[in-house]
């Protein structure tokens, strides 16, 4: 598989303390590559970075050459869903899915009949078509997360980046998230970055995984490769189980101060 996304080199500083040094990644053609590590070790920060958000030393390459230095450009090649999903605007779904169109739009501005069909389309497979009308901030949480998400896949980027995509949503749109997101790889062929928390569902989700450790190092791999229970003590300080339930990878933090119920 092609590599689409390269970052390297990744250095910044944020309010005097530095953030990343020397973190990078690369992200293929095709495969939903994860970015997990511990709370506050930089995932988003270096998504962000990678998204032209944040000034920063190194380099991201998009199919071996430099990204555009213009905004509109590169947001034709990155579509970038941040975490959280705090909407205060009084747009309706649509319109807020529609912002997703605006790197593509002539001039005038003016969305045509390809833009409304996109759309449509993604709105239909993140399940918020019937939601289409309602202003974005009297969804729930969950809902809100979907029309984000529609929003960023609006852009028809080859490369997605999102961060904590899942994270307000109950299991089963977890889980139809991430099928949307490897069907977003797979089927059109785009490099989809994602921050995860959930261990067992970037086992289970994810082609490659990106490891950032608190003594900054990267590691990265397969799902094998990185999700051993030595690499997961070092990163996040509890032990783990890394096992199969039902044939599905599973990835159990475990705690020796808890007094588990039933105990
Ligand atoms: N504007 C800022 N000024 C100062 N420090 C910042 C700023 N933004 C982020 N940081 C710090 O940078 C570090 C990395 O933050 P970042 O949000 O990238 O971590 P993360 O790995 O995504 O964490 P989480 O898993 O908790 O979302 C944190 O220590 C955070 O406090």
Known sequence: MVTMLSASGITLTLGGRPVLDDA?????????????????????????????????????RFAGKPLPSDARSRARLLGYLPQGHHVHWPLTVRRTVALGRLPHLGPLGRPGRADEEVV???????????????????????????VMLARVLATDAPVLLADEPTAALDPGHQLRIMALLRAEAVERRRAVVVVLHDLSLAARCCDELVLLMPDRRVVAGDVPTVLTSSLLQEAYGVSFAVTRAADIPVVLPQCPTLIQAGD
């Open 24 to 60: 990078g990644f690369t992200a293929r053609c095709g495969a939903v590559t994860g970015l997990i590590g511990p709370n506050g070790i930089g995932k988003s920060t270096l998504l962000r970075a990678v998204a032209g958000l944040l000034p920063h030393r190194g380099d991201v």
């Open 120 to 146: 449509e389309r993604v709105m239909a497979a993140t399940g918020v078509a019937e939601l289409a009308a309602r202003a974005v901030p009297t969804l729930s949480g969950g809902e809100r997360a979907r």
